[in-house]
């Protein structure tokens, strides 16, 4: 078992990651009906839960079958990190998780996500106000440093385990990076290996198959890892993922049917959530990776894009799935989606 703080997980768990504009509640329904084990938020302005943002209030969202779960919030204030961790405690979360690994210039220039990579003393006061303030588990989401001259992941998590922290997951790219180029997991092995080091280490970097997650997880000995990308439209590589560490064999890929009962459910969901413009307009995103695969799916795709009403997706996803019912869809790697310009890890 992995322990974070008074929560317990499996051995080996698989988090969703916190992705800005697609870790809301209906996607994590579809996730948690698929197997993963412990969820976060989308990443919360500390000044706006302050200043009480709609849209950063509607981020404290969380369920009773989301658990457990962990909201994240970002800031470069002490005071205001702090003052956040207590509203966010209000809403009664498992956990608290800090980003301190969105690449974004948005964030970065306001001295916040990956931007406090470039003072390490300053990133570790935000730790500890925000420690000091809540008496959930404090964990943080980072990277591996600003840039390659930079790259000082194995002094930062000593430094902010020793602020209190109970788990930290690390992205094996720099700031620099972005999200190009390929993840270096060695230095993430080489936080967990260090014996000073006795919290729980996630992964997180690349990761879009079975057969990578555990390859992995042999090579590099994280106690679990941090899936993003791979996930959206996607939900059933947690499953995956569990069957394959398990047993060593793959699963049968999700049927069509499968596909599209989740596509409607997320869809619903969407809708309650947000209401049914905004519901249906983020949900645009995601209807070419449910339907990856299908022959001559991009017609359908580009009138699912178009529609304005539930009922009119809902036809057309039916029609889809009378059409494909018979297919299988073989999948050997998932092909990522790329969000440059959010914060998906």
Known sequence: ????????????????????DVSDPPFRAVCKDNGVDLMYTEFISSEGLIRDAIKSRQKLDIFDYERPIGIQIFGGDEEAMALSAKIVETVQPDLVDINFGCPVKKVVSKGAGAGVLKDVDLMVRLTEAVVRSTSLPVTVKTRLGWDDNSRNIEEVAERLQDTGIKALS???????????????WTLI???????????????????DSPQKALAYKNRYGVDGIMIGRAAIGYPWIFREIKHYVETGA????PT????VAVCK????????WKGPIVGINEMRRHYANYLKGLPGIKEYRNRLVTLKEVEEIEAVLDEILDNYKD???ERTAIELVNYHEKCPV
């Open 189 to 207: 092995a080489a936080v967990k290996n260090n014996p000073r080091i006795h919290i729980p280490i996630f992964g997180n970097g690349d990761i």
């Open 265 to 272: 459910k997320h869809l619903v969901k969407s809708v309650e």
């Open 256 to 259: 069509v049917e499968e596909r």
């Open 250 to 253: 793959m699963p049968e890929p």
């Open 170 to 184: 690390i992205h094996g790219r720099t700031r620099s990076q972005m999200y190009k180029g390929e993840a270096d």
């Open 327 to 329: 297919a299988i869809i």
């Open 1 to 20: 078992m992995v322990k974070i703080g008074n929560i317990t997980l499996p051995d080996f768990p698989l988090l969703l990651a916190p992705m800005e």
